[in-house]
């Protein structure tokens, strides 16, 4: 499978500081802060965003070898405990968890195998492109967890694509795939 590196000219790749003050200064020249944003992202050739984004990009896809090993899914704890098993204002997402037989007890299990097969499927380009930003691109990987009683349930979780193979996970659940 064929990956590309989203490339535009001067942004680090290393997200942080220096990135962010590079694409605020070239927002003064007029560049496009959605494809400042893109840059040193990896997608697949055949599920890429847009491509050019517009009529005067300056961005570039060039290619670059992608492994399980250079890749990161990431989905910070508190996403499941303080938002998935939030009682006073999950609209529902607890309950709804508690049906199919987890708790916040496991989280911490949860979040490992979501990390797990996000990252298992980004490789595999099995993801879906959603709304690209200032921010960056968003993505919808299908998660397959088990109920208590081991049905399948597929759910959808949302992610942001960062540069250098990461992404970071922006809810566990948005819904449930029919």
């Not at 298992?120 to 990987?141: C, H, M, P, V, W």
Request: net charge neutral.
């Amino acid at each position: 499978m064929s990956w590309i590196k989203w490339y535009h000219y001067m942004i680090p790749d290393e997200e942080g500081a220096k990135r962010e003050m590079v694409r605020d200064k070239l927002l003064q020249y007029s560049h496009c802060k959605k494809c400042t944003a893109l840059s040193g992202c990896y997608f697949m050739w055949n599920n890429k965003p847009t491509y050019p984004q517009h009529i005067y990009c300056d961005c570039l896809l060039l290619p670059v070898s992608v492994s399980y090993d250079s890749l990161t899914a990431y989905c910070d704890i508190r996403k499941l405990t303080e938002y998935i098993f939030r009682y006073d204002n999950s609209r529902g997402k607890n309950y709804l968890f508690e049906d199919w037989g987890y708790n916040i007890g496991d989280a911490e299990n949860l979040k490992e195998e979501v990390e797990r097969q996000a990252k298992e499927k980004y490789l595999s380009g099995d993801y879906r492109l959603q709304f690209a930003n200032e921010y960056g691109q968003r993505i919808t990987i299908t998660i397959v967890l088990q109920d208590r009683e081991k049905h399948d349930i597929m759910i959808k979780t949302g992610w942001l694509v960062h540069p250098l193979g990461r992404i970071t996970c922006a809810t566990p659940f948005s819904g449930a795939v029919k």
